[in-house]
């Protein structure tokens, strides 16, 4: 079995896949002081609970946007999988090129997202994950990866709202009944939630008459997507993608 990890601004996700499958995921929230004792002590809870054991894992690859827990992780994963870490980067093979101007500088989990978008759905496509930050990216049919945006998350932007202005409470993320609100709290639930809808239909939009390609899919990926479920303009939820992606990655790097 292979033991992916997708290491976000907030979330660790972590999935154990054989062959095509994902046969379980966890997620653990992200925590700059954990030690790799830490991080194999709660590894270890996990498989166990489980059923699973660390002797049955082939591989490990990690995808990360947090530089900072990285070397943490590779030794954990050394220690008690004895296991070294495939890293996500553009420097390994990929099966995309890159128009990106530096793609050194590209997220772990914008490449990710981009192979297992064209290893299950095929190009040209446009990739949208909605997490901490909401990343767009554009896949042309000859899987160039051409760029894209990226935008506040809708949790930070909720955040910031509570946060700079005073006398505005956080709220929970629920649709409210009707856009014309008629309480302080139903009336941020329906600027913050439809204002984001509205961003991003309005950006894969864009995206779409730029790129001026009939065939394009546009995949949505990332824990808030289910805020736009039923949206029409999306082809294809997927919130397992990026960790599809890893194991497509690891297939074509170990």
């Not at 379980?24 to 809870?45: H, M, P, Q």
């Not at 530089?67 to 093979?93: D, G, Q």
């Not at 793609?103 to 909605?130: E, K, M, Q």
Request: glycine letters at 8%; aromatic letters at 8%.
């Amino acid at each position: 079995m292979i033991l992916v990890i997708d290491v976000g601004n907030t979330n660790i996700k972590l999935a154990l896949c054989e062959k095509e499958e994902i046969l379980i995921s966890w997620r653990i929230s992200v925590k700059n002081n954990r030690t790799a004792d830490e991080f194999g002590v709660e590894l270890l809870k996990m498989f166990q609970a489980s059923g699973y054991t660390f002797d049955t894992v082939e591989g490990v690859i990690i995808s990360s946007v947090v530089p900072s827990v990285n070397y943490t992780l590779t030794h954990a994963c050394e220690f008690y999988l004895h296991k070294t870490p495939i890293m996500v980067s553009c420097e390994l093979k990929t099966g995309l090129t890159y128009g990106y101007a530096d793609p050194t500088s590209l997220g772990a989990d914008r490449i990710a997202n981009a192979v297992g978008a064209i290893t299950h759905y095929g190009s040209p496509c446009i990739i949208f994950d909605l997490g901490t930050a909401s990343t767009f990216g554009v896949v042309d049919r000859n899987n160039c990866f051409l760029g894209g945006c990226i935008a506040p998350g809708i949790k930070t932007s909720l955040d910031a709202l509570s946060t700079q202005a005073s006398k505005l409470p956080l709220v929970e993320l629920v649709p409210p009944a009707s856009i014309i609100a008629d309480n302080t709290t139903a009336n941020i639930q329906a600027g913050v939630i439809y204002g984001f809808q509205g961003l991003v239909k309005n950006i894969v939009s864009l995206m779409k008459q730029e790129l001026n390609d009939p065939n394009v899919k546009v995949i949505a990926t990332g824990g808030l997507t289910q805020l736009l479920d039923g949206a029409d303009w999306i082809d294809v939820y997927d919130r397992a993608l990026t960790l599809k992606g890893l194991l497509a990655l690891y297939k074509m790097n170990a």
